[in-house]
């Protein structure tokens, strides 16, 4: 069946690359730009206008950007005036406001929710179900899992919006809750249903609700290998730069590339 | 691109006001009336039939009212035998299940799923993915953050359904649980991840699993005025009755109109 | 209004039962059987092929069954390769990725995510916002409320997944998190909030964060009878094949056609 070209909207100065492919019931608003070999599934709308569209006659549609080798998968709303890189990947219905910037290689799972004005970096999978709010900043190589909550409101409701920081390689398993404005490290591992409510150094183990540190995540042995699982780099490489080289090869070629 | 008015579909006796526009791929079933100037954007459903127009050949539609200058974004499913109030409006994916009455100027967020048989008050916002079980009574000004839940059943699973009800101008932060029954007074804070599972007073500041009472509001400092931010509407006025004359002289005209 | 037949898309070896319908815009793609008397609502994507459609020029999609007398409401996503038993329904926005093997009766929640490569037994119902890892196995009559989560990697990221297994008339409540690996045994009760990270017997109540056995269900009074209401089949009938007979009777005949 594939891609029949049915039911489709385009608006003006939309930029479609090379072989990009799209799915029936699309629609894509103005000024939106599309890289080569980009796959958009079924019932997506790409380049969603910002509110001012219902209200404002002379609106104009900002400029939104979508990578090379992207897959949105079906019934994904992307807004327009964001900017996001090549091999990006999204699961189904996800929802992305505007004023977003997201690098490269980065998955964003099923029935996600990223309310906009927010940056990731390269490299990160949000999974299924995660809430990313205004403000946020998440590094690279940060996985979040199913039904994280990134909170900005101190004192809700508020008009003073302050986003938390995510440190490069941490991961942030299922259900927990990063309250307002929290610098979470580098390489941390936060359990599942944690509430993180304090600045977290690197490397840190943290579960409960209240969120406190246990340990360093180098203790967590693998019920796998009953060897040490972090930092986990060095053992799992799936999707990730490192995957033909391993981690080591590869920090080094990065150290030689600066 | 703004309306094409392609791929709608209209039921009988749909009674549009004046200046409704309606997006693409969007059903209206039978009966159901919208208020004037209303935007129905894409790929909505509104009036979307009970249960039984699957299996019984005489089913008839209940009405369903939606009311002047409300927005309902893209995806949203509205079913039928719902009275919502003016101003009203919806996120992405909203599914908003029979026999609901909202008030005027409620806001309700991206994914969040009303399970029918609730009354929502007026002004109350629902941020993105709240769940409310049947049964619930939320109050006026309510701003209630992602990932709540409002449960009803004591002993799952029964028949015996008891929603909780929650009183003016509290506010419930993300990822929060109301057990079944619960009462919740008004100017409460609800911290993020609490599971309440007894009644609460007034002005009440709950945290916690299971919650437990650590104070009043009126003890929370803001962290960016350095002056207590509760009651909220001294501090808040965004979308607000109050926004232009300020909380206290509202107060008062309401007390004068009475 | 019922079913125009408008904008609906077929693939190749789509098998439709007697009296089967189908809403609008809704795609079937190739080698889906659904079974007598099913309802498809409209916007539905079933038989979603896997990801090497997209790039492999010989791709076959794999079979889909769905059962007879089932209902899939609108806007849901049900993937190629799954098996689903006879009387089925979803809520809406359902996603259901490829592998599973559903058994008959059985319910899913509006905005529920199946990832795939699972089990579910017969009569099992989730509610809405369910999420259920690879690997999981679900027995029959359990009862899945909103928001939980069943997780299956120990120490993330990795590729050693390890589902839950949760026994027969188990009942876990809202917001609760299922650890990996972790066996929930029958007839038990997992209080809302619950992280439930070790094994459990048969007839446990368990609730908090961690989760702790409490007690046995059996000592659980219900507000409205007086009378203790686990093991709940003999005061919850509605839907359960002893509806018409009582628990006792369906038992012992149970053990007779045995």
Wanted: with cysteine; net charge negative; glycine share 10%.
């Amino acid at each position: 069946m594939k891609f029949n070209n049915k039911n489709i909207s385009l608006g003006l100065n939309v930029t479609l690359g090379n072989n990009v492919k799209i799915g029936d019931n699309v629609t894509i608003y103005d000024n939106v730009t599309i890289g080569d070999n980009t796959i958009i599934c079924n019932n997506c709308i790409i380049g969603e206008p910002l509110g001012d569209y219902y209200f404002d006659e002379s609106y104009q549609n900002p400029r939104t950007f979508i990578g090379e080798n992207s897959l949105i998968r079906s019934h994904t709303i992307i807004y327009a005036n964001n900017e996001i890189g090549d091999h990006f990947s999204t699961g189904h219905r996800v929802t992305i406001r505007e004023n977003c910037v997201i690098g490269s290689n980065c998955r964003v799972g099923t029935l996600s929710d990223l309310q906009g004005n927010l940056k990731i970096g390269e490299y990160s999978w949000l999974h299924s179900n995660v809430h990313v709010g205004q403000g946020t900043e998440i590094g690279n190589f940060v996985f979040v899992y199913p039904y994280v909550i990134f909170t900005n409101d101190p004192h809700p409701p508020s008009s003073y919006i302050v986003g938390s920081k995510i440190g490069d390689y941490t991961q942030i398993a299922v259900s927990s809750v990063i309250l307002p404005g929290v610098e979470i490290g580098s390489n941390c591992l936060i359990g599942a249903s944690t509430l993180v409510s304090k600045k977290i150094g690197n490397n840190k183990l943290v579960v409960g609700n209240p969120g406190k540190i246990i340990g360093d995540v180098e203790s967590i042995i693998s019920k796998e290998t009953g060897l040490s699982h972090y930092p986990w780099p060095y053992n799992f490489k799936r999707g990730m730069p490192w995957e033909d080289i391993g981690y080591d090869k590869w920090l080094k070629k990065q150290d030689y590339d600066k």
